[in-house]
């Protein structure tokens, strides 16, 4: 966080709005279906190797310039899925989280959305 300049109001901006619309919807589903409080259901044998498989596929879409949202987003939900540590979970569901908002910003820079 230390190299990110706070005086970016345009990007600051940006991401309150778009993180304002997960929130949204996150009060939509709690309206929905209430308090919801499931088990993780993550650390499904072969779940590590998976993700580790497309952390290497995806290092090589970096290298040859093709690499996407999708597999970025792909990597970070297998590592959390992964997971059995709630803490660590709790760390890659957040990155997660990130990779989507990210996208979103993305695309409404580029008008699509």
């Known amino acids: ?19 304002g619309l997960v929130f949204d919807e996150v009060l939509r589903q709690r309206v929905l279906w209430g308090e ?3 088990p993780d259901g993550t650390g499904a044998p072969g779940m590590d190797g998976l993700a580790d498989a497309v952390k290497e596929d995806n290092q090589q879409r970096v290298e040859s310039g093709e690499l996407t949202f999708l597999d970025i987003l792909n990597e970070e939900f297998l590592e959390a899925a992964a997971e059995t540590d709630p803490t660590r979970l709790k760390e890659e569901l957040i990155q ?14 580029r008008g699509d959305g």
């Not at 005086?7 to 778009?18: E, G, I, K, L, M």
């Not at 997660?96 to 820079?109: C, K, L, S």
């Open 1 to 19: 966080m230390e190299d990110f300049d706070a005086a970016d109001d345009a990007f600051t901006d940006d991401a309150n709005q778009v993180l």
């Open 36 to 38: 919801q409080n499931h």
């Open 96 to 109: 997660v989280a990130a990779v989507a908002v990210t996208w979103v910003m993305a695309i409404d820079r």
